[in-house]
């Protein structure tokens, strides 16, 4: 995955802009580094490739060039995946991202796998970005520093129920591993 990122993050550089609001677009091919045993993209490889599309957009977008200048970088605090057909070795896709919204704490993204018009994987993440100095940047931090007006996007009802059910515990406190009897 390393050469792949490295080549995207510098072709995202000359690629057309985009605004934050846009549906970023890149077009890939399954290679044989994303495939498992059974011949299909690997479903851990789907969460590595939506990487590449995040920072696509940021890149398109400005965001990357305004965050990096501050000192914030991104972090996934939680996504899932469903999957309904299969990308197979060599097969052309479209990775979409685009940000659905925002709450008091995180940055929600959407992103799908298209195949001729078809979605063939669609996720869904939940991003907050941190201090290379320590700490956390508040979403207000962030739409100062992405000059956005978070109040024009609207996130899906059943994202923040969503976001609660696979919250965890913060990282300071503990969270230890115990299973039901």
């Given at each position: 995955?390393?050469?792949?990122?490295?080549?995207?993050?510098?072709?995202?550089?000359?690629?057309?802009?985009?605004?934050?609001?846009?549906?970023?677009?890149?077009?890939?091919?399954?290679?044989?580094?994303?495939?498992?045993?059974?011949?299909?993209?690997n479903n851990g490889m789907y969460l590595s490739l939506m990487?590449?599309?995040?920072?696509?957009?940021?890149?398109?977008?400005?965001?990357?060039?305004?965050?990096?200048?501050?000192?914030?970088?991104?972090?996934?605090?939680?996504?899932?995946?469903?999957?309904?057909?299969?990308?197979?070795?060599?097969?052309?896709?479209?990775?979409?991202?685009?940000?659905?919204?925002?709450?008091?704490?995180?940055?929600?993204?959407?992103?799908?796998?298209?195949?001729?018009?078809?979605?063939?994987?669609?996720?869904?993440?939940?991003?907050?970005?941190?201090?290379?100095?320590?700490?956390?940047v508040s979403v207000d931090e962030l739409a100062a520093a992405?000059?956005?007006?978070?109040?024009?996007?609207?996130?899906?009802?059943?994202?923040?129920?969503?976001?609660?059910?696979?919250?965890?515990?913060?990282?300071?406190?503990?969270?230890?591993?115990?299973?039901?009897a």
């Amino acid at each position: 995955m390393i050469f792949r990122t490295v080549f995207h993050f510098l072709r995202s550089h000359t690629s057309s802009k985009l605004a934050m609001n846009a549906v970023g677009r890149m077009r890939l091919r399954v290679l044989p580094t994303d495939i498992d045993t059974l011949g299909h993209v690997n479903n851990g490889m789907y969460l590595s490739l939506m990487d590449l599309g995040r920072v696509d957009l940021m890149i398109r977008a400005g965001a990357m060039r305004s965050v990096a200048r501050l000192g914030f970088y991104p972090v996934v605090v939680s996504e899932t995946i469903s999957f309904r057909r299969s990308l197979e070795l060599w097969q052309k896709y479209t990775l979409e991202t685009r940000v659905i919204g925002f709450d008091a704490k995180a940055v929600y993204i959407e992103q799908r796998f298209v195949v001729g018009g078809e979605i063939y994987a669609h996720a869904f993440v939940r991003s907050r970005f941190l201090k290379k100095s320590g700490g956390v940047v508040s979403v207000d931090e962030l739409a100062a520093a992405l000059d956005v007006d978070t109040s024009t996007y609207e996130l899906p009802e059943w994202v923040g129920g969503w976001a609660e059910s696979v919250a965890m515990a913060p990282s300071r406190a503990s969270a230890p591993s115990e299973w039901p009897a």
